[in-house]
T-cell receptor, first 115, second 114 residues
Framework: AQSVTQLGSHVSVSEGALVLLRCNYSSSVPPYLFWYVQYPNQGLQLLLKYTSAATLVKGINGFEAEFKKSETSFHLTKPSAHMSDAAEYFC?????????????FGSGTRLSIRP | NAGVTQTPKFQVLKTGQSMTLQCAQDMNHNSMYWYRQDPGMGLRLIYY???????DKGEVPNGYNVSRLNKREFSLRLESAAPSQTSVYFCASKTSTGTYNEQFFGPGTRLTVL
């Protein structure tokens, strides 16, 4: 069965500092991995997804994630945090690509940005 | 192109009351999903519909029923609301064409059961 673990329910960084949000996955098949962002009082929107074409995946708003099979990780990074990055971030893994496949979400990491 | 829409945005119920949450998507997606979001627990799948005419239980289906009315619409019903069902409910949809398909989410319904 697929699962994801997000390390740290709350991360706080200074504006301009590196953002690192950790995600480890468990999957018995090649994983379909995603990062979503949720701004306050909104739904989730896709930041980026791993498609096996490249291990370093670039997403929106300057975020990127690196797929490391040996470490079963898909950590999200951004070189320089901006105040607008304050949100909750969810790592997710899909159990397949068919119409019946489901996405399993991690418990989320809330990112705060200090001025 | 509105994407995924949900109604209502907010709802307050008394214990034992019933209600239906509505969801519609205009992206011609085959699969639709209902989640609940509670603090510290991420999103938990309630029910999903892989295609029109099919529905299946997710992780937390107790106390809920669903109807896939047509390809566009997927409703969630609470027959007898309980305080434990106070949550934010999200509907999502996904195409089944191709691979690595992400889900698209609606804005959510905030439900409080007193």
């Amino acid at each position: 069965a697929q699962s994801v673990t997000q390390l740290g329910s709350h991360v706080s960084v200074s504006e301009g500092a590196l953002v690192l949000l950790r995600c480890n996955y468990s999957s018995s098949v090649p994983p379909y991995l995603f990062w979503y962002v949720q701004y306050p009082n909104q739904g989730l929107q896709l930041l980026l997804k791993y498609t096996s074409a490249a291990t370093l995946v670039k997403g929106i708003n300057g975020f990127e994630a690196e797929f490391k099979k040996s470490e079963t990780s898909f950590h999200l990074t951004k070189p320089s945090a901006h105040m607008s990055d304050a949100a909750e971030y969810f790592c997710a893994v899909s159990d397949g690509s068919s119409s019946a496949s489901k996405i399993i979400f991690g418990s989320g990491t809330r990112l705060s940005i200090r001025p | 192109n509105a994407g995924v829409t949900q109604t209502p945005k907010f709802q307050v119920l008394k214990t034992g009351q019933s209600m239906t949450l509505q969801c519609a998507q205009d992206m011609n997606h085959n699969s639709m999903y209902w989640y609940r979001q509670d603090p510290g627990m991420g999103l938990r799948l309630i029910y999903y519909s892989a295609s029109e005419g099919t529905t299946d239980k997710g992780e937390v289906p107790n106390g809920y029923n669903v109807s896939r009315l047509n390809k566009r619409e997927f409703s969630l019903r609470l027959e007898s609301a309980a305080p434990s069902q106070t949550s934010v409910y999200f509907c999502a949809s996904k195409t089944s064409t191709g691979t690595y398909n992400e889900q698209f989410f609606g804005p959510g319904t905030r439900l409080t059961v007193l």
